[in-house]
């Protein structure tokens, strides 16, 4: 009887184990390269320590209409408006925060020189839900990434 009732303790502790502890591999889940939803842009995430970022490594049109490498001429720091965009960290200080999503990050838009607090999630193996918003999430818009193999 005593065997049977630590039997079934065991059985009961295993149950609240979180899934996600036996994957120790979903935090980096979210590193490759990535399509913008727009289609303009690729952005490979990579990992620094334990920190995600995004680089823009690709662009759609990446010269200006003088045939020059696009700049960041929209950032509202003047200093930045020679610097290319491809190369550009888009994406900054995101954690893992298990259930698939990274937060605490930034996104920064060089289209509209504006940086947005920013939440990634994994929606399955090739999808990113990345919403960017100001104070509070509801005031956001979020965009499908879709991962490039």
Not at 62 to 78: F, I, M, Q, Y
Not at 91 to 118: A, H, M, R, V
Request: net charge positive.
């Amino acid at each position: 009887m005593k065997t049977l009732s630590y039997a079934i303790v065991i059985l009961m502790t295993s149950l609240f184990i979180p899934s996600g502890a036996q994957n120790n591999n979903e935090p980096d889940a979210i590193l490759g390269t990535w399509i913008t939803g727009s289609g303009k842009a690729h952005v490979e995430i990579r990992k620094f320590n334990n920190t995600y970022y995004g680089q823009i490594v690709w662009l759609k049109e990446p010269n200006d209409a003088n045939g020059k490498p696009k700049t960041d001429k929209n950032n509202s720091d003047r200093s930045r408006h020679n610097n290319p965009i491809l190369g550009l960290k888009m994406l900054l200080g995101f954690s893992y925060k298990g259930d698939k999503q990274w937060k605490d990050g930034t996104i920064y838009d060089p289209e509209n020189g504006s940086t947005y607090s920013c939440k990634i999630e994994m929606t399955d193996a090739n999808s990113l839900n990345i919403r960017g918003y100001v104070g509070v999430s509801l005031l956001g818009r979020t965009d499908v990434w879709k991962r490039i193999k």
